[in-house]
Structure formats: structure tokens, C-alpha cells
């Protein structure tokens, strides 16, 4: 008598493809695991097991992950082939795009979900002199948090000076390396406290970028501390052989603070102590909650 044919193992190649399918989706939203935890209320623990292949997991979180992944249930269990072929392609479509139109998917993919996308990220802007670099150091060393200076990872990527960059790739090449270390910080990074160049605002791809991927806040100040603090810094730059320097700053805060303000949160630094604007600052992250919107493993 011939021995009947073994049964495929119809729950284990259902769970492989829950794991495969779960994986490629979250890749293709570009949301970080903690993320996606925080959005479908299932551990990050959880997660990791069932993108593994290694965990069972109930209709009704099965139904949260879905949901929060912009997907109906049917789309991770199908035995259909069409989903993973859609996702996959979309994924190589995504990784080949500029930050600028990566930024444009991601909003349309998640457009209920803005704030999961900025994880633990905070971005100071404003011009120079309102304090980014100096309460940004002081409020990451408070927070245990990375701090990192934009034109540095600028340098960085050029592998010159900025001062080489602008006098051989002009403004259009500087914004262009401004806009992928934007991307390469969000890759990078899940938390940390970033400082960006003031003309960044002025740059309306990189600046959306930005307010996407990162809870921003304005340090502001007048006109006349701006100029003090970047000449306490031993920087002339402003000062040096411009009578009408001051005319020129008032005229940047002018034109420009329309595009700060929209900021998620704003800090005044002005006639205020270092530490006063530092205990600002964090009362700031605090109450916006820029660091407990998504769940820590």
C-alpha cells in the first residue's frame, strides 16, 4: 500500500508569512519597531518574534499590527503572492527616491500617524546665536541623549570644510548635502537632540523633511542678543566689513519667522541665563511629551 503524502504544515508556512510580510511593511513605511509597538499597543519583544517566524499572536493584535501599518488583516495572511510582490516593489521605488519624495510617501502612507514618525528625534532651529548648539549640548547631557550638529555631518559627508563646500558647490550644493544628512541622521538615529543651520527653513523640501522626522523647536531671541552672543563666540562674520549687518538679521527674522513658527514648540531665550533657557527648554520637551509618545523597550 502506498503511504499517503505528508501534509504541508499549513500554520507554519502561515506564520512564515506573517513574519515575511509584517517585516516588509514596516521596512517600506520606514517605521522603526518601538514605533509600530506604540501604534498597535503589541511589545516590541512581540514584534521582534513574530518578524522572526517565532511567535504566535492573537486575531486581535494581528489586527492592531495590520491597522497600524496602513494594511487590512487579509493583506499579511493571504496565501496570495500579489501583496509581497506590491510591497517589494514599492520598497526598491522607495530606496531609490530623493528625502524629498521618500518624505511626500511616507506622509501619504501614514497620514494618521505623524508623530510616530519622529520617534525620539528634537530639532532646535532658529538663527544663529539663539542658542542651538549650546543649550542643544547641555539639554542632550541632561537627557542622556546624542547630540549632534548638522553642519557637522555636513563635513562629514563632503569630507571638507564648509567654507570649501559653499566656495565649490555653491548654495544649490550645499542644500543638497544638507538634505541628505538629514536622511542619514533619521536613518541613523531613533533619539537625539539635532542642531540645524538657520537658512535651513528657507529650503521648503528639506525643512518639511524635517518637521516630519523631528519634533522642532524654535529658540528664538532679539535681534540685538543675536549679534552679541555670535561676537562673544569670537564670530565677526556678521559684523565684519557690514555696516548694515544688523538691517540684514532684522530682515531675516522678518521673512523667516513665519516658516519657524512652524515649529511644534517655541523656547525665548532672550535676557534669560544659559540655565534658565536650558530649564526652559526641557519643560518644553516635557510638556510636549517629545520623548514619551512611543514606548521604550
Known sequence: MTSPKPIPDASVAMIERLATRVRAARTALGMPRRALSDLSGVSPRY???????????????????????????????????????????????????????????????????????????????????????????????????????????????????????????GQDGYRAFEAEAIAQVVAEYDKLILAVAGGIVAEAATYDQVLERFHTVWLRTSPGEHMERVRAQGDLRPMEGNPAAMDQLKSYLTTRTPLYERAHAQVDTASRTVQTSLNDLLATIAKNRFLGHVGVE
Open 47 to 169: 514584534l521582534a518574534q513574530i518578524e522572526a517566524g517565532e511567535g504566535n499572536i492573537s486575531v486581535i493584535l494581528l489586527d492592531r499590527v495590520a491597522t497600524a501599518l496602513n494594511l487590512r488583516i487579509e493583506d499579511l495572511l493571504s496565501e496570495g503572492g500579489s501583496a509581497d510582490g506590491d510591497v517589494a516593489r514599492v520598497a526598491r521605488l522607495y530606496q531609490s527616491a530623493s528625502p524629498a519624495v521618500q518624505g511626500r510617501v511616507r506622509a501619504l502612507l501614514a497620514p494618521e500617524n505623524p508623530t510616530a514618525l519622529r520617534a525620539h528625534r528634537i530639532c532646535l532651529i532658529g538663527l544663529r546665536g539663539a542658542g542651538k548648539s549650546t543649550l542643544g549640548r547641555m539639554a542632550a547631557d541632561k537627557l542622556k541623549l546624542p547630540f549632534v550638529e548638522l553642519n557637522d555631518e555636513i563635513e562629514a559627508r563632503a569630507g571638507m570644510p564648509l567654507s570649501e563646500v559653499m566656495a565649490l558647490y
